[in-house]
């Protein structure tokens, strides 16, 4: 059963750092690209940055560009999400999102959430003093 597994998250003041991870089980992530997704509350998920399945191409939201970096260890079957000098208005469910790609496709991916299709439960990230 393919599945995909957010932790890292938890209350930090502004300013602060987190990582997350996003662990895949029952697949490997070396075909997949993958993408962090944010939700608060009352507003629509969003897309907030995302990797290539090669690892070559990484793109970002420009409210997070600059903050937030993007990695993955295919070793460990895990992408990573560091957030620095986060902001109040960062405050969100984070969810990790994988979708498999053809060969020809591996440098690219999309902040796009219909371009996914397996989806992590999340975690929440609250920043605030």
């Known amino acids: 059963q393919l599945q995909l597994v957010e932790s890292g998250g938890g209350l930090v003041q502004p300013g602060g750092s987190l990582r997350l991870s996003c662990a895949a089980s029952?697949?490997?992530?070396?075909?997949?690209?993958i993408g962090w997704f944010r939700q608060a509350p009352g507003k629509e998920r969003e897309g907030v940055s995302c990797i290539s399945s090669s690892g070559t191409s990484t793109n970002y939201r420009d409210s997070v560009k600059g903050r937030f970096t993007i990695s993955r260890d295919n070793a460990k079957n895990t992408v990573y999400l560091q957030m620095n000098s986060l902001k109040p208005e960062d405050t969100a469910v984070y969810s990790c999102?994988?979708?498999?790609?053809?060969?020809?496709?591996?440098?690219?991916?999309?902040?796009?959430?219909?371009?996914?299709?397996?989806w992590g439960q999340g975690t929440q990230v609250t920043v605030s003093s």
């Open positions: 029952g697949f490997t992530l070396d075909y997949y690209a």
């Open positions: 999102a994988a979708v498999r790609v053809f060969t020809a496709f591996r440098g690219v991916c999309s902040l796009s959430r219909p371009s996914y299709n397996y």
